[in-house]
């Protein structure tokens, strides 16, 4: 060993079965996923995931897009 040169051995070390894998993070306290699951119902009535979708799309609370749905449902009904 050169000179001057210190090899640190932390305890345990050495012992691969006492080495514990890091847990994955857990999300902080009052985190709240907004993703929205969908689902179907295959014939056996079990539910089959089709996708995700954003709980509040783009534009969701724009008041002009809003009235833009309104006439257009009146539009359809009309």
Do not use: C
């Not at 345990?12 to 993070?25: L, S, T, Y």
């Not at 969908?38 to 783009?58: Q, S």
């Amino acid at each position: 060993m050169p000179k001057g040169f210190h090899v640190v051995i932390e305890p345990g070390a050495d012992n691969p079965k006492g080495q514990v894998p890091v847990p994955e993070p857990e999300p902080p306290e009052g985190f709240v996923d907004n993703t929205v699951y969908r689902y179907r119902i295959d014939e056996d009535g079990n539910k089959v995931l089709i996708g995700t979708m954003e709980a509040y799309p783009e534009g969701w609370d724009d008041p002009a897009k809003r009235k833009m749905t309104r006439n257009l449902r009146q539009q359809k009904n009309g």
